[in-house]
Structures are given as C-alpha cells and as structure tokens.
C-alpha cells in the first residue's frame, strides 16, 4: 500500500514546480522585480486585489450597503414549501467552504512569512474582496437555474450565459470546478486527522501511531458521516451546516475572546504590531502585502473565497426574492469570515510570538512541524496552565469541525456544479459517490500509510489559481448585469425583479410570471 501511495506521490512530483510558477509569475522577471511595491505581488494577487478596488468603486461601496440588507435578508422568515434552500442557509452553506483550516493556520502562515502586518492586508483584501463576492454572487443568481426542488448555478451557469451561450464552454467550467473541489477534498481529510490527533495527544499526552484504534477509528467515522450526509443530498448537507457552522463559530470566537479578555492589557500591543507591521519599511517594499494575501491562497488560507468562483453554487442554490439579496448574504460571510475569525485567529498567533522562533514553542507543537502546532503553542503560552488544556482541545475540536464542514462543502458545490454536465440522477449520484467513497477515503488512506503526500496536496494550489483566472474575466464581462441589477435594488428598494424589463437579459428564472412570497 505505501508503494502505491509513493507512486502517485512521484508520478505528481511536477505538479510542485508548476504551481509555484504559476503562483509567482510574474515575478521571477528582473524587470518586473524592480517595480516599487507592485513587483513583490504575483498578477494573481494584483488581479484579486486590483478586482476588488474597482468594483468597490463601480458598486458605489456596496459593502456598506450590505451588512443591514444581509442581516435583514437572514433573518426573513423562509416558508419549507418554496424551492430551493433559504438565504439563511445558503449563507452557512457559504460559511462552511470560507470558515475553514484556513482561518487558523492561514493567518498563522501569513504571520510567519509575513510578519504581523500581513493581517492588516488581509483585512484590506477581504473589505474589497466583498465587492467581488457581490458581484460572483448575483451573477449565481441571476442565471440560476430550477431542478425539481432546487436551484442549481454558479460559475459555468453565468460562465455560459456571459461567454455567448455555447454549451461547451459551461461543460469546461463545470469540469474544472469538479476537479479543483474533489482534488481538495484529500486536504481537509487530513486536517481532520490533525485536529482530532492533537485532541488525543493533549488528552492523553501520548503521540498515537497512524496505523492506532485512534486513526482507524477516526477514518471509518469520517467515511460513513460524509457519505450519509453526502449521498443524502444538498438538503440533507444544509441541515447538518445550519446547525454546524454557527456552533463552531460561537464556540471558536467566544473561546478566542476569553483568550482575548485574559491578556486584555495586550490589546494595544496587538494593534501597534499589526499595524505598525503594514507600514514599516519591510512590509511595503519586502512583500510582505504579497505575502498576506498570495500566501492564505495556496494554502486554502484566503478562507473569505472572493473572486474563485467557489461560493456561487451556494450563491445559486437559495430562494431570494431579487438576486441582488444573496450578494448581501455573501458579501457578509467575507467580512464574517476575515475581519471577525481571522482576526480573533491572529491576535493569538501575534501575540504568543512563536512564530518568529520555533524553539520557543512547545516541544509538541514544533515537532508536529505544522502551523496548526504553532497556533496551539501560542494558545498555551496565552492561557493559564488550569485551563489550557481544556481550551486547546475545544479548539482543536472546532479546527476539525471547520475541516469537516468544508470537506462537505467541496463534495456539495462540485454536485451543483456537475449539473450543467447532466442532471440525471445516476451521474448526480456518480459526483456523490466519487467524493464522499474514493477521494475521503483517499484521503484516509494516506494519512494510515503515514504519508502527507506534498505532491498531491500541491494539485490544490495549481487548481486554486485555475479557478481565479477562469473566473475574472467572467466577472469583468459580467459586471455591467450586476450594476443594473443593483441600481435596480436601491431604486425599488429590493421590489420584484423582471431581468428583461430591468437589465435587458432573458433569464430562465427572473423573468413573468414570478411569484415570490
């Protein structure tokens, strides 16, 4: 078995040396290195970026727009009879890919590599990336289409619709978006392992074999839960993440504020580093704005998800009464995700400081060698010795949930996407199956075999910027719907919407007769 899990390990051995070029282009040209600040960011992360200021400025602030009509909009009463999924749910569906492994050892990453202001520019990116969400999101919307019960859309729907209708241009985003989902669902099993690993070792004080009960145990549970919950359905996956992803977060934020409240004294510290950090000589002209960004994104550590394409299936999956609605919702789960965990996240990893040396780490956390390590150090060295052992494995638990829910996410969203392909039930179940029986037990497998797989894990970082560089352009053409669409809004204030009559588009959903309740 390890013989076979090594092959696939060497016969992706390209796919390291090929992501980190994509990733870097172009900055291993001299000439483009020598530009002030713009030459320490990749063109992925200055498109991210630069996409995120222009539809800020395009959508008149949108963002400040959001947070009352997203609130507003989650909180309407949803009748169980109306197609689709609610915009509450829809909205924890969202949370559940964004609130990810990413909001811990992605912070703590960028930390790391980028010193303390690297958060203050991944608050940056994430206030504009808002913007970006907000448009991916209406663009879910206005092109979504009904199946039976459910809405199903997202990026090769409006991709279709906005690159001149043709079938096979839907079928080619559907494809890669499948693959990105199910090549990352191996990831987060892992997470999972290492989550549940530290509980047991911080419970026990005993490092447990891979091959232990513990492991065994853990690999059968997972498999049987995510193919209950995944061959069940989105409905089914949406029950779990409704009751899931707000316990987690509760649960996470309210333990990371204890924590807060404990070294309260260290508060101003915090923003004197983070801040103080972002505007140094080295932050501006040593990468370190890059580094914030580009780096939460290889690792699954751009969590918020603005600008991938990702969270238009949820986008698309719920019942609104004017599409504009679900970009609020969406829009609002990037500041959730960034501003609020990432930063509860941060504190912590700044603070404890063993980021910048290892050795002043505990010995359990620096021989794991893994960011995860490292945060749980740092909660220890801020918590009283009575309870820290309590807090890091709460902690721990929520690090696993945060994998799970997004593992769940994956396998959904590559579900949703698999239906421009073919609605049929047998090939709907084929997705199902493929992700929840062969790539979580893939998955599971590796981790048993004790072997991490760096190459394969590299494929989710190639796909990654895959997914950004089909979905800008997409986003850019399709802009000018979403303006109208939003002048739309704020004229009638959230009326009924009639997408011929009021931006000039022919839709399979937004067009009479529409009843909306």
Known sequence: MDGIFQSINNFFAFIGPVSDAVWSFPTQLDWYRRIPLLGQLSMAVALLLGMGIYFTIRTRLVQTFSFREAYRIIM???????????????????????????????VTGAITVGG??????????????????????????LFKEKKNQDYVGGLPFYGRSILGGKRFIGIFLSVAFILYALFNVPVQTFNVFTAIGMIAETASGNVSDRQSPLYISIAIILVVSCAWMILGGIRRVTQYTNFLVPVMAVVFCGLSLLIILINFTLIPTFFYEV????????????????VAIAEGVRRGLMSNEAGQGTITMAAAAADNKHPCEQGFVQSLGVFVDT????????????????????????????????????????????????????????????????????????????????????????????????????????????????????????????????????????????????????????????????????????????????QKL
């Open 76 to 106: 309407r009463q949803h009748l169980q009879s109306a197609v689709g999924i609610s915009p509450k749910a829809a909205f924890f569906l969202g949370l559940a890919m964004r609130v990810g492994p990413g909001n811990i050892v992605g």
């Open 275 to 290: 801040i103080g950090g972002a505007f140094s000589p080295d932050a501006l002209f040593g990468g370190a704005i890059g």
């Open 116 to 141: 303390p202001g690297a958060l203050f520019w991944m608050w940056v990116a994430a206030l504009f990336g808002m913007a970006t969400a907000f448009i991916e999101s209406v663009l879910a919307q």
């Open 339 to 514: 501003i609020v965990i990432c930063t509860l996240s941060g504190f912590i990893v700044v603070l404890a400081q063993l980021w910048q040396n290892s050795a002043d780490s505990a010995a359990w956390a620096v021989e794991s060698g893994s960011r995860f390590g490292t945060y749980l150090g740092s909660v220890r060295y801020l918590t009283p010795p009575a309870i820290s052992d309590v807090v890091t494995i709460i902690l721990s638990l929520c690090y696993a949930l945060f994998a799970f829910t997004t593992l769940l996410g994956m396998i959904s969203f590559a579900e949703i996407s698999a239906n421009f392909i073919s609605r049929s039930d047998g090939f709907i179940r084929s997705i199902r199956l493929l992700g929840s029986l062969v790539f979580v037990p893939f998955g599971a497998l590796t981790v048993l075999a004790g072997l991490e797989l760096g190459n394969l894990w590299a494929i989710s970082d190639l796909t990654n910027i895959v997914m950004v560089y089909l979905n800008i352009p997409i986003l850019l053409m399709g802009a000018p719907l979403v303006y109208k669409a939003l002048a739309h809004y704020r004229e009638k204030g959230g009326a009924s919407f009639n997408s011929m009559a009021d931006i000039g588009i022919d839709t399979e959903h937004w067009k009479p007769p529409l």
